[in-house]
């Protein structure tokens, strides 16, 4: 018996250690890195600026925020430096930095490269990216609107700023190493106020991922877009998700095109941002001053496909503190 329980634990030893090493090891993997050359044109700039900081608001992680002010506006001149916490008190399971997007950091990085990370979750030095980089939905995008996003970053101005490697806390460290996966690009539907395309701009600017609840790190199944998702803000305060299905009781059920474009377009222009002085000032984590800046067509095309969610009763208190 006691030669079979040896034998038994020696084989959960190494059945033990040789998962550990698949995790830590073979993975990540998502394919190969692709060998592209991004010939850039105004036009890929110009278009790449406007989903990098209105639509996908990459800028917006990778920048510096002043949260003295309603939502967080960016801090002029410290486009794509990165350096953002995003720790264990925020409720993460552990310490995650956003990286510096600008050339200072980025210009040794092939496009390949940059499209790997973007649109796979994993680095050059092949490294997994932690998934609050919306990785999963990007991968589903069109690969042009992301080549044209790397364009314009390759035009940001470079900042040195050596931002600290990320630390996931055990086990996320392992399980970190099972989510990046290969990329499956679609073709962008047609420009126009349909639920459709729509659709695709939602994906893009990864609604779902704040206005969906979590438990665990999973969404919660039946509940997409129905909000409760709570987010620790600094200061001792809670900040939790709208929810924007189009339940009339307690969603965006009765809300018209013109009132949702609106709401948006009223952060513009950030100087008459609210001043947040105390966890007792309403607050949010949602960068309303970057989508502003989305074009009519596309927030009235969002609101399209918003109507065609199933309506979800649930109702949220945004500011609870």
Known sequence: MKKTLKILFVVIVIISAAGI????????????????????????????????????VCIDCHSQRDWTKFSG???????????????????????????NITPSEMGSWTDGAL???ISCGITKEKTALFPLMPYRSYGQLDKEDLLDII??????KPIPNKVP??????????????????????KKPDKGITPLYG???????????????????????????????????PGAKKIISDNITPDKATGIGEWT????????????????????????DYQTVMPWSMYAGMDTVDLKAIYAYLKTLKPIQHKVISNPN
């Open 115 to 117: 499209l790997h990370a």
């Open 257 to 280: 095109e013109d009132m949702f474009v609106s709401k948006f377009k009223a952060y513009a222009d950030t100087k008459t941002l609210a001043d947040y002085k105390s966890p007792k």
């Open 151 to 156: 364009a314009y970053l390759r035009t940001l």
């Open 199 to 233: 659709g695709y701009l939602v994906k893009m600017a990864s609604c779902d991922d704040c206005h969906t609840d979590v438990i665990n790190g999973k969404k919660v199944q039946g509940m997409d877009f129905a909000g409760g998702r709570v987010f620790n803000f």
């Open 73 to 99: 506006p960016l801090v002029a001149g410290t486009e794509g430096m990165g350096g953002e916490a995003f720790t264990k008190d925020l409720g993460f399971p552990g310490t995650f930095y956003a990286k």
């Open 165 to 186: 490697a990320s630390v996931p806390a055990f086990p996320f460290n392992l399980i970190l190493n099972t989510i990046p996966t290969a990329a499956h690009f679609t």
């Open 21 to 56: 090493a698949y995790l830590k090891l073979i993975l990540p993997t998502a394919g190969p890195t692709e060998d592209i050359k991004i010939i850039s044109t105004p036009e890929r700039i110009q278009h790449g600026k406007y989903l990098a900081n209105h639509v996908a």
